[in-house]
T-cell receptor, first 113, second 118 residues
């Protein structure tokens, strides 16, 4: 069965510091992979997605993620965090033969000035 | 960009009453909409897949008679929580897939509806 693990429940960084949010998945084949961000009172916004091809994916707001098949990981990175990046981040995996998405438990990012 | 709205954004109701939540795609057509439930500090759990003009497909463990889903048009899906009880209190989120998009190309999420059952 598909599953997604986000090991870090809460991460705190200083503004301007680099960021890496971890995501590991379990799936029998190459899945579709997504990162979403959820701000209070707002819907989930898609940051980036991986379907195939280049394993380093660029997204919006300066985020990128790298698909590593050998590690079953899809970690999200940003070189310099801004205070406005404080939010909840969800990694999700989708099967190639359905529309369903399986979400991780989320990582709450707090940014200190 | 594509926008999905939900109404109401929050609702408080008495135990035993029914609550209807609307999910609308504002600037695109959605043959498929999804309903999720999110508990505090937990992930989104898919409840059901709503297909326009046909019956919804429910995930295992979700009571179809309790969570009624209607997808009457390409821009509107509704979730009715019937005979709500305190354990139904949660954050309900819908998403919509653009009818012109490929599989998983675009799934847009609404802002969510917080339900509190007293």
């Amino acid at each position: 069965a598909q599953s997604v693990t986000q090991p870090d429940i809460h991460i705190t960084v200083s503004e301007g510091a680099s960021l890496e949010l971890r995501c590991n998945y379990s799936y029998g084949a190459t899945p579709y992979l997504f990162w979403y961000v959820q701000s209070p009172g707002q819907g989930l916004q898609l940051l980036l997605k991986y379907f195939s091809g280049d394993t380093l994916v660029q997204g919006i707001k300066g985020f990128e993620a790298e698909f590593k098949r050998s590690q079953s990981s899809f970690n999200l990175r940003k070189p310099s965090v801004h205070w406005s990046d404080a939010a909840e981040y969800f990694c999700a995996v989708g099967a190639r033969n359905t529309d369903k998405l399986i979400f991780g438990t989320g990582t709450r990012l707090q940014v200190f000035p | 960009g594509a926008v999905v709205s939900q109404h109401p954004s929050w609702v408080i109701c008495k135990s035993g009453t029914s609550v209807k939540i609307e999910c609308r795609s504002l600037d695109f057509q959605a043959t498929t909409m999804f309903w999720y439930r999110q508990f505090p500090k937990q992930s989104l759990m898919l409840m059901a897949t709503s297909n326009e003009g046909s019956k919804a497909t429910y995930e295992q463990g979700v009571e179809k008679d309790k969570f009624l889903i209607n997808h009457a048009s390409l821009t509107l899906s509704t979730l009715t929580v019937t005979s709500a009880h305190p354990e139904d209190s949660s954050f309900y989120i819908c998403s919509a897939r653009d009818v012109l998009a490929g599989v998983k190309e675009t799934q847009y999420f609404g802002p969510g509806t917080r339900l509190l059952v007293l």
